[in-house]
């Protein structure tokens, strides 16, 4: 039994890989090459700019690209995410599909292209509609920004996404309160998150689990986890090392349950 089902999904998998591969509809030849939105958010305490990218090859495959924080140069962020079955005369009709699965869906949308600009509006929110703007892989599309939060959990070392929309590591001030987020993939493409929240901050120095409240996150797609120091806030040490009106640095360790964080280190912009 256990063969027929490995059987079945390899097959699935070959069939996946096939109809990706395999597009002989229309595509409109002024669709294919990079893309980039830049959107300036209106919320405090969040990044100043998110940067979405599409890449549109000439089968119609259809892959994400965001920003390599570091270098502030455009990268290839997915696997492709779908595929253009048609593309002409201002219309399209788009599958987004799950590589390795047979799982997909349909949906329709319009298109503009003016000079070096895209106008997109679809019906499927798969990618983001809107402005985009012709763009090359590898190019500087902003500016570069040291987000770095590394922290060795439970014996794995876990780093923040270099490729991202935004910094994934970052901090906030509000009323009297740090924050500091980071999130990444552990590397079996887990989603990994940790939130840390320092009430009464006073700057450089140290804090601990009387100020200090964490938070792990960890999970897929469809289910994410949280813990608290909360419940367990035996350990934690947090020292600012550095800070300024536009960068914080420190380290911190801290225990949740039976899970150590150790070593941790970042440096991350503050907003």
């Given at each position: 039994?256990?063969?027929?089902?490995?059987?079945?999904?390899?097959?699935?998998?070959?069939?996946?890989?096939?109809?990706?591969?395999?597009?002989?509809?229309?595509?409109?030849?002024?669709?294919?090459?990079?893309?980039?939105?830049?959107?300036?958010?209106?919320?405090?305490?969040?990044?100043?700019?998110?940067?979405?990218?599409?890449?549109?090859?000439?089968?119609?495959?259809?892959?994400?690209?965001?920003?390599?924080?570091?270098?502030?140069?455009?990268?290839?962020?997915?696997?492709?995410?779908?595929?253009?079955?048609?593309?002409?005369?201002?219309?399209?009709?788009?599958?987004?599909?799950?590589?390795?699965?047979?799982?997909?869906?349909?949906?329709?949308?319009?298109?503009?292209?003016?000079?070096?600009?895209?106008?997109?509006?679809?019906?499927?929110?798969?990618?983001?509609?809107?402005?985009?703007?012709?763009?090359?892989?590898?190019?500087?599309?902003?500016?570069?920004?040291?987000?770095?939060?590394?922290?060795?959990?439970?014996?794995?070392?876990?780093?923040?996404?270099?490729?991202?929309?935004?910094?994934?590591?970052?901090?906030?001030?509000?009323?009297?309160?740090?924050?500091?987020?980071?999130?990444?993939?552990?590397?079996?493409?887990?989603?990994?998150?940790?939130?840390?929240?320092?009430?009464?901050?006073?700057?450089?120095?140290?804090?601990?689990?009387?100020?200090?409240?964490?938070?792990y996150e960890i999970g897929g797609?469809?289910?994410?986890?949280?813990?608290?120091?909360?419940?367990?806030?035996?350990?934690?040490?947090?020292?600012?090392?550095?800070?300024?009106?536009?960068?914080?640095?420190?380290?911190?360790?801290?225990?949740?349950?039976?899970?150590?964080?150790?070593?941790?280190?970042?440096?991350?912009?503050?907003?």
């Amino acid at each position: 039994m256990k063969l027929l089902i490995y059987v079945f999904i390899i097959t699935l998998s070959l069939i996946s890989c096939n109809l990706l591969d395999s597009n002989s509809q229309e595509i409109d030849s002024r669709l294919i090459g990079e893309w980039v939105a830049k959107e300036t958010p209106i919320q405090a305490n969040v990044p100043k700019e998110f940067i979405s990218g599409i890449q549109i090859r000439e089968n119609g495959q259809v892959y994400l690209l965001a920003i390599e924080t570091s270098t502030g140069k455009l990268k290839l962020d997915s696997d492709s995410i779908g595929i253009f079955l048609n593309a002409s005369d201002n219309s399209f009709v788009y599958e987004n599909h799950q590589i390795g699965m047979l799982l997909s869906s349909k949906s329709k949308g319009s298109y503009t292209i003016k000079n070096d600009s895209l106008f997109l509006l679809t019906e499927s929110g798969y990618f983001i509609d809107g402005n985009y703007k012709r763009a090359k892989l590898n190019s500087i599309i902003t500016t570069p920004i040291k987000s770095q939060f590394t922290i060795n959990i439970a014996g794995e070392e876990f780093t923040n996404d270099n490729i991202s929309r935004y910094p994934s590591a970052y901090a906030y001030l509000s009323d009297g309160k740090l924050t500091i987020i980071s999130r990444g993939n552990d590397k079996n493409y887990k989603y990994t998150g940790i939130h840390i929240n320092v009430d009464n901050f006073s700057g450089i120095g140290d804090y601990n689990e009387s100020t200090t409240e964490i938070f792990y996150e960890i999970g897929g797609e469809d289910v994410i986890m949280v813990t608290s120091t909360e419940f367990d806030s035996s350990e934690i040490y947090l020292k600012v090392e550095k800070t300024d009106n536009n960068q914080i640095s420190g380290k911190v360790n801290f225990k949740i349950d039976n899970i150590v964080f150790s070593d941790g280190i970042f440096d991350t912009p503050l907003y």
